[in-house]
Protein backbone atom coordinates (compact mmCIF):
# COMPACT_ATOMS: atom_id res chain seq x y z
CA UNK A 1 0.00 0.00 0.00
CA UNK A 2 1.60 3.62 -0.85
CA UNK A 3 1.78 6.47 1.64
CA UNK A 4 -1.02 8.59 -0.06
CA UNK A 5 -3.31 5.58 0.60
CA UNK A 6 -2.02 4.69 4.11
CA UNK A 7 -2.61 8.78 4.86
CA UNK A 8 -6.49 8.23 3.66
CA UNK A 9 -7.43 5.58 5.35
CA UNK A 10 -5.46 7.07 8.83
CA UNK A 11 -6.77 10.54 8.33
CA UNK A 12 -10.54 8.52 7.50
CA UNK A 13 -10.62 6.41 10.71
CA UNK A 14 -9.33 9.68 12.94
CA UNK A 15 -12.12 10.83 11.39
CA UNK A 16 -14.39 7.74 12.26
CA UNK A 17 -13.35 8.16 16.00
CA UNK A 18 -13.95 11.62 16.62
CA UNK A 19 -16.96 11.23 15.12
CA UNK A 20 -18.33 8.12 17.42
CA UNK A 21 -17.19 9.96 20.13
CA UNK A 22 -18.52 13.28 19.15
CA UNK A 23 -21.88 11.39 18.69
CA UNK A 24 -21.78 10.04 21.95
CA UNK A 25 -22.16 13.41 23.45
CA UNK A 26 -24.98 14.92 20.80
CA UNK A 27 -26.75 11.73 21.01
CA UNK A 28 -27.23 12.71 24.39
CA UNK A 29 -28.15 16.68 23.78
CA UNK A 30 -30.72 15.73 21.30
CA UNK A 31 -32.40 12.98 23.42
CA UNK A 32 -33.20 16.06 26.02
CA UNK A 33 -34.20 18.34 23.92
CA UNK A 34 -35.90 16.09 21.13
CA UNK A 35 -38.00 14.48 24.22
CA UNK A 36 -37.91 16.77 26.97
CA UNK A 37 -37.74 20.45 25.08
CA UNK A 38 -34.65 21.32 27.29
CA UNK A 39 -32.03 23.35 25.87
CA UNK A 40 -29.03 21.72 28.21
CA UNK A 41 -26.53 24.10 27.90
CA UNK A 42 -24.81 22.25 30.13
CA UNK A 43 -24.23 19.01 28.61
CA UNK A 44 -20.87 19.70 27.52
CA UNK A 45 -19.61 20.44 31.07
CA UNK A 46 -21.02 17.27 32.45
CA UNK A 47 -18.73 15.97 29.80
CA UNK A 48 -15.70 17.57 30.50
CA UNK A 49 -16.73 16.45 34.09
CA UNK A 50 -16.75 13.16 33.39
CA UNK A 51 -13.31 13.69 31.75
CA UNK A 52 -12.04 15.30 35.39
CA UNK A 53 -13.98 12.74 37.66
CA UNK A 54 -12.17 9.78 35.67
CA UNK A 55 -9.14 11.44 35.77
CA UNK A 56 -9.42 11.33 40.37
CA UNK A 57 -10.55 7.46 39.92
CA UNK A 58 -7.09 6.58 38.20
CA UNK A 59 -5.52 8.40 40.88
CA UNK A 60 -6.74 6.63 43.12
CA UNK A 61 -7.62 3.38 41.99
CA UNK A 62 -5.34 3.12 38.64
CA UNK A 63 -7.48 1.58 36.88
CA UNK A 64 -9.38 2.63 33.71
CA UNK A 65 -11.69 0.03 33.52
CA UNK A 66 -13.61 1.22 37.23
CA UNK A 67 -13.62 4.68 36.35
CA UNK A 68 -15.14 4.40 32.73
CA UNK A 69 -17.99 1.96 34.97
CA UNK A 70 -18.14 4.58 37.66
CA UNK A 71 -17.65 8.30 36.44
CA UNK A 72 -20.53 8.06 34.08
CA UNK A 73 -22.92 6.71 36.51
CA UNK A 74 -21.41 9.72 39.04
CA UNK A 75 -22.30 12.26 36.36
CA UNK A 76 -25.68 10.36 35.19
CA UNK A 77 -26.40 11.04 39.38
CA UNK A 78 -25.54 14.75 39.41
CA UNK A 79 -27.84 15.11 36.11
CA UNK A 80 -31.18 13.50 37.74
CA UNK A 81 -30.50 15.71 40.77
CA UNK A 82 -30.35 18.41 38.01
CA UNK A 83 -33.62 17.95 36.52
CA UNK A 84 -35.38 17.09 39.49
CA UNK A 85 -34.27 19.56 41.87
CA UNK A 86 -33.92 22.59 39.64
CA UNK A 87 -35.56 21.83 36.25
CA UNK A 88 -38.45 20.11 37.15
CA UNK A 89 -38.73 22.64 39.77
CA UNK A 90 -38.83 25.92 36.92
CA UNK A 91 -41.47 23.84 35.07
CA UNK A 92 -43.87 24.04 38.26
CA UNK A 93 -44.22 27.72 37.71
CA UNK A 94 -45.93 27.36 34.19
CA UNK A 95 -44.22 30.46 32.98
CA UNK A 96 -45.51 29.68 28.68
CA UNK A 97 -43.12 30.52 26.28
CA UNK A 98 -40.95 32.02 28.78
CA UNK A 99 -39.97 28.46 29.99
CA UNK A 100 -36.99 28.61 27.49
CA UNK A 101 -35.67 31.79 29.04
CA UNK A 102 -35.13 30.66 32.17
CA UNK A 103 -34.72 26.87 31.38
CA UNK A 104 -31.35 28.12 29.19
CA UNK A 105 -30.41 30.61 32.12
CA UNK A 106 -30.25 27.75 34.62
CA UNK A 107 -28.09 25.57 32.63
CA UNK A 108 -25.83 28.30 31.83
CA UNK A 109 -25.29 28.66 35.13
CA UNK A 110 -24.64 25.16 35.55
CA UNK A 111 -22.30 25.33 33.35
CA UNK A 112 -20.69 28.37 34.89
CA UNK A 113 -20.26 26.72 38.29
CA UNK A 114 -18.96 23.24 37.11
CA UNK A 115 -15.88 24.90 34.85
CA UNK A 116 -15.27 27.03 38.15
CA UNK A 117 -15.80 23.87 40.49
CA UNK A 118 -13.09 21.80 38.21
CA UNK A 119 -10.43 25.21 38.16
CA UNK A 120 -10.62 24.87 41.68
CA UNK A 121 -10.37 21.07 42.44
CA UNK A 122 -8.10 20.36 39.79
CA UNK A 123 -6.80 23.61 38.60
CA UNK A 124 -6.11 24.88 35.13
CA UNK A 125 -3.33 22.70 33.98
CA UNK A 126 -4.12 19.93 31.66
CA UNK A 127 -4.15 16.59 32.70
CA UNK A 128 -3.59 13.38 30.78
CA UNK A 129 -5.63 10.34 31.24
CA UNK A 130 -3.56 7.15 30.11
CA UNK A 131 -5.15 3.86 28.34
CA UNK A 132 -5.53 0.66 29.40
CA UNK A 133 -2.32 -1.36 28.61
CA UNK A 134 -4.46 -3.78 26.29
CA UNK A 135 -5.23 -1.09 24.32
CA UNK A 136 -2.21 1.23 24.07
CA UNK A 137 -0.75 -0.79 21.28
CA UNK A 138 -0.84 -1.09 17.74
CA UNK A 139 -2.95 -3.76 15.58
CA UNK A 140 -3.47 -4.70 11.63
CA UNK A 141 -6.62 -2.79 9.98
CA UNK A 142 -7.10 -2.32 6.57
CA UNK A 143 -2.65 -3.61 5.85
CA UNK A 144 -1.71 -1.25 8.33
CA UNK A 145 -1.40 -0.94 12.11
CA UNK A 146 -3.49 1.88 13.73
CA UNK A 147 -3.70 2.82 17.62
CA UNK A 148 -5.88 -0.20 19.50
CA UNK A 149 -7.45 2.79 21.43
CA UNK A 150 -9.16 4.58 18.71
CA UNK A 151 -10.50 1.70 17.28
CA UNK A 152 -11.67 0.55 20.90
CA UNK A 153 -13.60 4.31 20.59
CA UNK A 154 -15.20 3.34 17.54
CA UNK A 155 -16.42 -0.04 18.95
CA UNK A 156 -17.64 1.32 22.25
CA UNK A 157 -19.99 3.78 20.36
CA UNK A 158 -21.19 1.54 17.83
CA UNK A 159 -22.19 -0.72 20.53
CA UNK A 160 -24.38 1.95 22.60
CA UNK A 161 -25.79 3.57 19.35
CA UNK A 162 -27.11 -0.14 18.80
CA UNK A 163 -27.76 -0.67 22.55
CA UNK A 164 -29.89 2.50 22.46
CA UNK A 165 -31.76 1.71 19.48
CA UNK A 166 -32.44 -1.44 20.82
CA UNK A 167 -33.95 0.38 24.17
CA UNK A 168 -35.80 3.09 22.51
CA UNK A 169 -37.33 1.41 19.69
CA UNK A 170 -37.61 -2.23 20.45
CA UNK A 171 -38.75 -1.94 24.04
CA UNK A 172 -41.91 -1.88 26.08
CA UNK A 173 -39.61 1.14 28.05
CA UNK A 174 -38.90 2.66 24.70
CA UNK A 175 -42.17 2.58 23.71
CA UNK A 176 -43.40 4.79 27.33
CA UNK A 177 -41.08 7.09 26.58
CA UNK A 178 -41.66 7.95 23.22
CA UNK A 179 -45.36 7.94 24.16
CA UNK A 180 -44.76 9.87 26.94
CA UNK A 181 -43.44 12.80 24.39
CA UNK A 182 -45.84 12.56 22.12
CA UNK A 183 -48.66 12.93 24.44
CA UNK A 184 -47.44 13.37 27.72
CA UNK A 185 -51.40 13.58 29.17
CA UNK A 186 -52.73 10.20 27.56
CA UNK A 187 -49.83 8.58 29.06
CA UNK A 188 -50.61 9.82 32.67
CA UNK A 189 -54.31 8.88 31.93
CA UNK A 190 -52.88 5.04 31.79
CA UNK A 191 -51.56 5.30 34.57
CA UNK A 192 -47.77 5.80 33.89
CA UNK A 193 -45.65 8.08 36.09
CA UNK A 194 -44.19 10.65 33.12
CA UNK A 195 -42.13 12.77 35.56
CA UNK A 196 -39.91 9.57 36.41
CA UNK A 197 -39.98 8.40 32.52
CA UNK A 198 -38.18 12.13 31.98
CA UNK A 199 -35.86 12.15 34.74
CA UNK A 200 -34.90 8.28 32.82
CA UNK A 201 -34.20 10.22 29.91
CA UNK A 202 -32.31 13.32 31.36
CA UNK A 203 -30.34 10.56 33.45
CA UNK A 204 -29.61 8.56 29.84
CA UNK A 205 -28.41 11.49 28.40
CA UNK A 206 -26.03 12.82 30.79
CA UNK A 207 -24.91 8.76 31.18
CA UNK A 208 -24.03 9.28 27.30
CA UNK A 209 -22.31 12.62 28.21
CA UNK A 210 -20.06 10.64 30.91
CA UNK A 211 -19.59 7.47 28.71
CA UNK A 212 -18.17 10.36 26.28
CA UNK A 213 -15.70 11.98 28.60
CA UNK A 214 -14.37 9.01 29.81
CA UNK A 215 -13.54 7.80 26.78
CA UNK A 216 -12.40 11.14 25.61
CA UNK A 217 -9.65 11.16 28.18
CA UNK A 218 -6.72 9.45 26.54
CA UNK A 219 -7.64 11.01 23.47
CA UNK A 220 -8.50 14.95 23.94
CA UNK A 221 -6.82 16.88 26.27
CA UNK A 222 -8.41 17.26 29.31
CA UNK A 223 -8.39 20.79 30.60
CA UNK A 224 -11.37 23.19 31.43
CA UNK A 225 -12.20 24.45 28.28
CA UNK A 226 -12.71 21.04 26.80
CA UNK A 227 -16.31 21.16 27.69
CA UNK A 228 -16.36 24.78 25.42
CA UNK A 229 -15.00 22.80 22.82
CA UNK A 230 -17.27 20.13 22.82
CA UNK A 231 -20.45 21.97 23.16
CA UNK A 232 -20.15 24.13 19.94
CA UNK A 233 -19.47 21.31 17.90
CA UNK A 234 -22.12 18.78 19.25
CA UNK A 235 -24.58 21.80 18.94
CA UNK A 236 -23.67 22.05 15.36
CA UNK A 237 -24.69 18.44 15.14
CA UNK A 238 -27.85 18.56 16.51
CA UNK A 239 -28.80 21.77 14.65
CA UNK A 240 -27.56 19.91 11.44
CA UNK A 241 -28.80 16.67 12.29
CA UNK A 242 -32.30 17.42 13.64
CA UNK A 243 -33.44 18.41 17.29
CA UNK A 244 -34.22 15.28 18.76
CA UNK A 245 -33.19 12.99 15.63
CA UNK A 246 -30.70 9.91 16.53
CA UNK A 247 -30.24 9.21 12.98
CA UNK A 248 -29.67 12.71 11.55
CA UNK A 249 -27.18 13.12 14.99
CA UNK A 250 -25.55 10.11 13.71
CA UNK A 251 -25.02 10.96 9.98
CA UNK A 252 -23.90 14.64 11.39
CA UNK A 253 -21.01 13.61 13.68
CA UNK A 254 -19.64 11.46 11.03
CA UNK A 255 -19.39 14.66 8.57
CA UNK A 256 -18.05 16.51 11.21
CA UNK A 257 -15.43 14.15 12.53
CA UNK A 258 -14.15 13.73 8.83
CA UNK A 259 -14.22 17.34 7.92
CA UNK A 260 -12.15 17.76 11.02
CA UNK A 261 -9.51 14.82 10.47
CA UNK A 262 -8.98 16.02 6.56
CA UNK A 263 -9.74 19.56 6.98
CA UNK A 264 -6.77 19.54 9.55
CA UNK A 265 -3.99 17.74 6.35
CA UNK A 266 -5.28 19.30 3.58
CA UNK A 267 -6.88 23.12 4.26
CA UNK A 268 -6.53 23.84 7.92
CA UNK A 269 -7.24 27.48 7.10
CA UNK A 270 -11.20 26.98 5.44
CA UNK A 271 -12.35 23.98 7.31
CA UNK A 272 -14.29 25.98 9.17
CA UNK A 273 -15.21 28.20 6.97
CA UNK A 274 -16.58 24.98 5.35
CA UNK A 275 -18.52 23.68 8.30
CA UNK A 276 -20.00 26.94 9.32
CA UNK A 277 -20.92 27.74 5.30
CA UNK A 278 -22.52 24.66 4.85
CA UNK A 279 -24.67 25.10 8.55
CA UNK A 280 -25.89 28.73 6.98
CA UNK A 281 -26.95 26.60 3.98
CA UNK A 282 -28.91 23.53 4.80
CA UNK A 283 -30.28 25.77 7.72
CA UNK A 284 -31.27 28.49 5.25
CA UNK A 285 -33.18 25.73 3.44
CA UNK A 286 -34.14 23.21 6.21
CA UNK A 287 -34.29 25.04 9.25
CA UNK A 288 -35.80 22.32 11.79
CA UNK A 289 -32.14 20.39 10.53
CA UNK A 290 -31.96 17.25 7.71
CA UNK A 291 -34.07 14.90 9.67
CA UNK A 292 -36.11 17.50 11.69
CA UNK A 293 -39.66 17.19 11.83
CA UNK A 294 -42.18 19.62 12.65
CA UNK A 295 -44.56 18.57 15.54
Known amino acids: MNAIAVMLITQAVHGLAYGMLLFLVASGFTLIFGMMGILNIAHAS ?99 TYPAYRLFIIGLACSILILLSIVLFKTRLGNIVRAAVQDAEMTVALGINVPLVFTFVFGLGTWLAGVAGVAAGPLLTVFPGLANQMLLDSFIVVALGGFGSLMGAFIISMFLGELTAFGVQFFPGYSTIILFGFMAFVLTFRPLGLFGERE
Open 46 to 144: FFMLAAYVAFQIMAWSGNFWLALLLAPLAIAFLGILMERVMLRRIRRFKLGKALVLFELMLTVGIMVCIEEAVKNIWGTDPQIINAPDALRGLIPCFGM
